[in-house]
């Protein structure tokens, strides 16, 4: 395993990394730094670029974001290099989206959502995931505690990777009952990554090579619903299929996460618990496209048994509506022309290339935020608490929430103002 950290990375860490106690400056939010990714594109620049002085302010006006701060930001180089030095002396790895070891399920699944940084402790070779995702609530009972470790057994039978959350409750539960048996699994962590990895049954199976631990935080970050709830969806990124073991109707992470990865336009399937005595969110998960888990499951061929559930239905084909951040292999000579402007715009990174489609710069930049705005809106939510998640403006996000509206992409509730994706909410 390479510790060596590549110009990239480093330079992603500098703008997206906490480093030390001070928080100031204040490292990038996703949603700025893609506006910063966008940036590096248009002007065939790579996030190393930022490393050398005199592409910052150009960089910082092209993106909207303050100069000085991000001055700031990439001048700490020191603090880089102790906070690294201290990270890989606890066996703590980092790979950003320039490396060639980050995980391509989730480019490809969440596209520009895909978190900048991943902290990892285990086998990158677990980075390519599979498997099978298995969430549930924190406070499960007895039945549902029995059926995730049926479950998490068939997967080590199999070989298949079980994919979970690492928190109290049926996660824990799911990722012990695998390695229990011997088999492997990959967790997705929300908060203090350094911890959990110095567990012992954690640190045995991590030795082992049989256990991934990842977080897209910082390796001490403390436990907010906001990073768990953002968590989700790389759990489902990351599996093969979802299995829901409890949810709670309309509350808690595992109802978000789960209607969150129904609603994308190509979610994984998402299997729930059907049998015995079950919580509403599983029956309701069903009304919105969730599957049952088969009652007849047998300990062979468990992902051709999986494939078989799943209902072979066609899906109409929608018009490609390409960003930036969409990745298309396209095969191209060394020597092809590379075409800026309002042209079509194709950019190498790591041996793939990113196709941008000929959309004025307006229009791209509503439809490359649109995806972010709708998994915010799983539930209602008024429009100054959306501006301070995704920390932009409230007269550019009205501008967003407006047209979204119009396009009759998400729905307005009145008294109070709010936005949602459904009228029922």
């Not at 730094?33 to 002007?43: A, E, G, N």
């Not at 066996?91 to 490396?99: A, H, L, P, Q, Y």
């Not at 995980?103 to 677990?126: Q, S």
């Not at 793939?352 to 509503?366: A, M, N, W």
């Amino acid at each position: 395993m390479s510790n060596v950290l590549t110009d990239d990375t480093k330079a992603i860490i500098l703008l997206c990394g906490t480093l030390g106690k001070d928080s100031l400056p204040k490292p990038l939010a996703q949603a700025e730094y893609i506006s910063l990714v966008r940036w590096l594109i248009s002007q065939e620049l790579r996030p190393s670029s930022l490393l050398s002085e005199e592409n910052i302010h150009e960089a910082a006006t092209g993106s909207g974001l303050d100069v000085t701060r991000l001055t700031a930001l990439l001048a700490r180089g020191v603090q880089l290099g102790f906070a690294v030095e201290e990270w890989q002396s606890k066996g703590i790895w980092i790979v950003s989206r320039s490396d060639s070891e980050y995980p391509a399920r989730y480019k490809k699944h969440l596209g520009e959502k895909a978190p900048p940084l991943l902290f990892g402790v285990g086998p990158k070779g677990l980075l390519n995931g599979g498997g099978l995702a298995i969430v549930g609530s924190r406070n499960v009972d007895i039945e549902g505690e029995d059926f995730t470790r049926s479950v998490a057994g068939l997967c080590a039978d199999n070989r298949m990777p079980v994919v979970s959350g690492g928190a109290r409750g049926v996660d824990q539960i799911a990722m012990t009952a695998a390695l229990a048996e011997g088999g492997i699994a990959i967790g997705v962590i929300a908060e203090n990554l350094l911890k959990k990895s110095l567990e012992r049954d954690y640190r045995n199976a991590i030795s082992g090579q049989r256990l991934l631990l990842i977080s897209p935080y910082h390796p001490n970050a403390r436990f907010t619903v906001w990073a768990a709830m953002a968590r989700n969806k790389l759990i489902y990124a990351m599996a093969d299929y979802g299995l829901v073991v409890s949810a709670e109707h309309q509350k808690g992470g595992t109802w978000t996460g789960a209607k969150e990865e129904l609603r994308r336009e190509k979610p994984i399937p998402v299997f729930v618990r059907s049998t015995g005595k079950i919580p509403a969110g599983n029956k309701k998960l069903l009304d919105i496209g969730a599957i049952k888990w088969p009652s007849d499951v047998s300990k062979a061929n468990l992902k051709e048994q999986l494939e078989k559930a799943v209902p072979k239905i066609s899906r109409p084909t929608k018009p490609e509506n390409m960003s930036i951040f969409d990745i298309k292999a396209k095969p191209t000579t060394s020597g092809e022309t590379r075409r800026s402007g309002n042209k079509d715009l194709v950019v190498r990174e790591n041996a793939q290339d990113y196709e941008v489609s000929q959309i004025p710069t307006g229009e791209l930049i509503y439809h490359a935020v649109m995806p972010i705005i709708i998994a915010e809106l799983s539930s209602p939510i008024t429009p100054d608490e959306l501006s301070k998640r995704l920390n932009v403006s409230k007269s550019q996000l009205n501008a967003w929430l407006n047209q979204a509206v119009e396009d009759k992409k998400i729905y307005k509730l009145s008294r109070p103002v709010r936005f949602c994706t459904t009228k029922d909410s």
